[in-house]
């Protein structure tokens, strides 16, 4: 049984988030907050929960009846992969979000409470930067992100050389990008195709209708046609003056079209000048992975994210990871299934692959 109320700490109440009312005040809060990201929006509870049936434990500070910190908690378990309290799954940014030391060691140790009374192996902040001294911390991931202009000459200027060729490239090709609504569409079609191709179970086509349901306007994807045949194509997120590229890919032809290159430029053109986006947030990439590479040679900086665990049923801290020897197996069979199988079985699996 989960207390749904702290003793207070000080002039700080901690609980977990209630009805819809609660939930436009989170999402005030989280939109007024520096260090919140667009993974702490209340929306991605709504969203895990239609998904993949995960049980969600948002927390919230209160002070004199202010919200005045979050921290998003879900717990997934499975027979494959364990069973562990997580903020947040799916995401590449979560932890605790607010401007307050004593809010944030407040939330902190209802969740370590919260992981100690559920019985999990562990509790993983994903942070973007340490918080908690006494934690493990592993640096496994790095964040991309930078400012990007208005002009998408500059932006072009600002991408190396050799990748700025591959962008060229696609522009003498007549590539063409297009803004797209339907996410579950064309959009899900490449994405799976690519993600198959990489031995990664598929998410659902389900999944991506929720996101476009639960999010609306900030969220939408971009096609890349050559011919008028799509053959590269990327789901975005937008969050205050931010666009976050999230699930993309590209079919087998994109590559020497240039046509990843060029979706990613043409993005920053779309989103800097029909949404006033400044920055560009590339995600995460494992050190030492092709994704990592690309983005370093796309002109960015990679920027360690400090995920920290308190530690339950593990004496260290887990290795669930592609890179891991015991899933290796499977991720090479995983690359030889028709894709409408790995489509179909896919789910199942990426639902606990957060």
Request: proline residues 4%; aromatic residues 12%; hydrophobic residues 40%.
């Amino acid at each position: 049984m989960i207390d749904r109320d702290s003793k207070p700490q000080g002039s700080v109440h901690v609980r977990l988030l209630g009805g819809d009312e609660d939930g436009a005040k989170w999402d005030s809060f989280v939109m007024s907050c520096s260090n919140a990201t667009f993974f702490h929006r209340e929306g991605w509870r709504r969203v895990i929960k239609a998904a993949f049936s995960h049980e969600c434990h948002y927390l919230l500070a209160e002070d004199g009846g202010n919200i005045v910190g979050v921290l998003p908690l879900v717990r997934q378990r499975s027979l494959l992969f364990g069973d562990a309290l997580i903020s947040t799954p799916f995401c590449v940014y979560g932890g605790v979000a607010t401007n307050r030391d004593d809010v944030r060691c407040a939330l902190e140790e209802r969740a370590a409470a919260m992981a100690d009374s559920m019985g999990v192996a562990y509790l993983e902040c994903r942070n973007r930067s340490s918080s908690n001294a006494t934690w493990p911390t592993k640096d496994l991931y790095c964040g991309f992100s930078k400012a990007i202009s208005a002009d998408p000459q500059e932006n072009l200027l600002a991408i190396p050389r050799k990748q700025r060729a591959e962008v060229r490239k696609g522009i003498k090709k007549g590539l063409l990008g297009e803004l797209e609504q339907d996410i579950a569409g064309v959009c899900y079609d490449i994405y799976s195709q690519s993600v198959r191709n990489l031995g990664t179970p598929v998410f659902s086509r389900q999944y991506f209708f929720i996101l476009k349901s639960i999010f609306g306007n900030d969220c939408d994807g971009l096609v890349i046609r050559h011919g008028g045949r799509a053959v590269a194509a990327v789901v975005n997120f937008y969050f205050r003056d931010e666009v976050l590229p999230y699930y993309g890919g590209g079919i087998a032809e994109a590559r020497s079209l240039g046509a990843t290159h060029f979706m990613y430029w043409d993005l920053m053109a779309h989103a800097s000048r029909e949404r006033g986006v400044k920055t560009f947030d590339f995600g995460r990439s494992k050190r030492g992975s092709g994704s990592f590479a690309f983005k370093q040679y796309y002109g960015f900086t990679p920027e360690p994210l400090l995920y920290q665990y308190h530690l339950v049923g593990h004496n260290s801290i887990p290795d669930i990871s592609p890179n891991n020897p015991k899933y290796r197996i499977f991720i090479n069979i995983w690359k030889r299934l028709p894709l409408s199988v790995s489509q179909f079985i896919g789910p199942w699996i990426a639902k606990n692959l957060g």
